[in-house]
C-alpha cells in the first residue's frame, strides 16, 4: 500500500473506514437469520455478537498501542506466538475477507436485478463487480479512502431513508407478534453467524491504524473504533426493529424477504410498492452501501495476500499484480459455485477463529513484557505499556465468545469446519515439515 505519515488518517477517516468495511452487512445476510430464529428472536444472537464486537475492538485498541506500526491482527499474533502462528492468523484473516468479497458481489449483482426487475444476469453482474474493484486497487490510498468516504456517508443515506420510510408505517405490537419465532439454544448458534455478519469485517481497520499520526494517537485510534462499532449497533437494532414490526406478515411475505440477498429493497416493495419512487431511490442508494464493503473488503484481501507472499516475491508491482489476481479468481469461482449463505458462514467460521486468536494473544503479551520490549525494540514509540485492568475482562469475555461460535459453528456449519480444518493442517503441516520456519 502506498501510504505515509504525511497521509495520515484522522477519527473520521478511521470511522468511515470502519463503517466502511462492515455497512454491507446491514444491507443482506441478517433475514436468512431471521428465517431461522424470527425477527424478534434474532436480537439474541445480535445482542451476543455486538457484545462481542465491542470486546474485540477493545482488545485490538490496545494491542494497536503496543504495536503501532503492525501489519493487522497477524502481527500480535506473531509477537505473542511466534512465525507459524502469526502466518496462520495471517491466512486466516485472508480466508475471511476472500470469502466475503463473493457474498458482497452476489447482494450488490441482487440489488441491481431488483432495480431493472430481473436478475437473468446476476452472476455476470457479480462477474463485473469483481473485475472492476480489483483494477481500482490499483490505485493510490488517498483516492481509496476518499472513496470509501463518499460511499460510507451515502449508505448512511440510504440507511437513513429505510428507517424514515419504514417508521409511519411501523407497530411495536406487530414487532412483538413476530413471524415464525423459534427461541431456543440451537436456533441462536444457528442464527449467530447471521449476526456476526452485521458486524464483521471491522478488524479490517488494524490494517489501516498505521497510517494514524503518532500525535494523540491512542485517543484517534480509541475513537476510530468505538465510533464505528456504536454507529453499526444503533443503525443495525434501529434497521431490524423498524423492518419487523413495519410489515403485516403472512407466508408469502416471510417467504420472500427471507429468502433473498437484498431484504430491504424486498420490505419497502412490500410496504411501499416496488414502483414506488422511494423504494427505487433506496435501492439505488443501496448499492454504495454494498460498494463501500466491497472496496473494503477486497482492499484489505489484496494487503493480505501481499503480506503472505513477501517472504517469496520482493516486487512491489509483482506482488500488487500476483495479489489481485488471486482475490478475483477466487471471488470468480465461489461466485459461479457457492450460495451467499454457505460464503457468509465461511467467512464468519474464519472471523471468530481469528478473534479468539486475537485475545489469547492480548493476554500472552500482558503477561509477557519483557519479550515486547525486545520483539518490537526496533520501535521507539509505543503508547500503552498494558496498564488498564479492565483489558483483562474484554480479553475473557471475547476469547469466551468466540471460543462459543468456534464450536457451535463447527457443529451447525459442518462443511465450513471441514473446509477450515483441511487448511488449517495443511498450512501446519507445510510449516514444519516443508518450510521449517522458526517458532
Not at 424478534?40 to 455486538?50: G, R
Not at 475477507?97 to 441482487?110: D, G, H, M, R, T
Not at 456517508?153 to 415464525?180: C, D, H, W, Y
Request: with cysteine; charged share 10%; net charge neutral.
Amino acid at each position: 500500500m502506498n501510504a505515509s505519515k504525511s497521509q495520515s488518517l484522522g477519527v473520521f477517516s478511521l470511522w468511515a473506514i470502519g463503517v466502511g468495511l462492515v455497512i454491507s452487512g446491514e444491507s443482506f445476510g441478517w433475514n436468512i437469520g431471521w428465517g431461522i430464529i424470527g425477527a424478534k428472536s434474532f436480537f439474541v444472537p445480535v445482542l451476543i455478537a455486538a457484545t462481542l464486537y465491542f470486546c474485540l475492538v477493545k482488545n485490538l485498541i490496545e494491542l494497536t498501542c503496543v504495536y503501532p506500526n503492525s501489519e493487522g491482527p497477524q502481527a500480535f499474533a506473531e509477537l505473542a506466538y511466534g512465525k507459524i502462528v502469526g502466518n496462520f492468523i495471517s491466512i486466516v484473516l485472508l480466508v475471511e475477507f476472500l470469502f466475503a468479497i463473493p457474498a458482497v458481489a452476489n447482494a450488490i449483482s441482487e440489488y441491481l436485478g431488483f432495480l431493472v426487475g430481473s436478475h437473468h444476469f446476476d452472476l455476470w453482474i457479480a462477474t463485473a463487480f469483481l473485475l472492476v474493484f480489483c483494477i481500482i486497487n490499483y490505485f493510490h490510498i488517498s483516492l481509496k479512502i476518499k472513496f470509501v468516504i463518499i460511499l460510507t456517508i451515502l449508505a448512511i443515506l440510504e440507511l437513513n431513508i429505510f428507517s424514515l420510510s419504514i417508521l409511519p408505517k411501523f407497530s411495536l405490537q406487530n414487532f412483538m407478534v413476530g413471524r415464525n419465532e423459534n427461541l431456543s439454544a440451537q436456533t441462536i448458534l444457528l442464527a449467530l453467524p447471521y449476526a456476526v455478519w452485521m458486524f464483521l469485517a471491522i478488524e479490517g481497520l488494524a490494517l489501516f491504524t498505521k497510517y494514524v499520526d503518532y500525535n494523540e494517537f491512542r485517543e484517534k485510534i480509541s475513537a476510530g473504533y468505538i465510533y464505528s462499532i456504536l454507529t453499526l449497533f444503533i443503525f443495525c437494532s434501529v434497521i431490524l426493529m423498524l423492518a419487523g414490526g413495519g410489515i403485516i406478515w403472512n407466508e408469502e411475505v416471510w417467504n420472500f424477504i427471507t429468502s433473498n440477498n437484498h431484504p430491504m429493497p424486498a420490505i419497502l416493495a412490500t410496504v411501499l410498492g416496488q414502483d414506488s419512487i422511494i423504494t427505487r431511490v433506496f435501492t439505488f442508494l443501496g448499492l454504495f452501501g454494498l460498494i463501500a464493503s466491497f472496496q473494503g473488503v477486497v482492499s484489505v484481501a489484496i494487503i493480505q495476500f501481499e503480506n503472505i507472499i513477501s517472504d517469496y516475491i520482493t516486487d512491489t508491482s509483482t506482488k500488487r499484480i500476483l495479489s489481485t489476481l488471486l482475490v478475483l479468481i477466487v471471488g470468480l469461482v465461489s461466485v459461479w459455485s457457492s450460495t451467499t449463505g454457505m460464503l457468509i458462514e465461511f467467512s464468519v467460521f474464519a472471523a471468530v477463529s481469528l478473534y479468539f486468536c486475537v485475545g489469547l494473544s492480548l493476554y500472552k503479551l500482558r503477561t509477557d513484557k519483557v519479550d515486547i520490549n525486545n520483539k518490537i525494540s526496533n520501535f521507539n514509540y509505543r503508547h500503552s505499556d498494558f496498564s488498564d485492568i479492565q483489558s483483562n475482562i474484554y480479553v475473557f469475555i471475547s476469547c469466551l465468545i468466540s471460543l462459543i461460535c468456534v464450536f457451535a459453528f463447527s457443529y451447525s456449519q459442518t462443511k465450513s469446519f471441514f473446509i477450515f480444518s483441511a487448511l488449517s493442517i495443511s498450512y501446519f503441516v507445510y510449516s514444519f515439515y516443508f518450510k521449517k520456519l522458526k517458532v
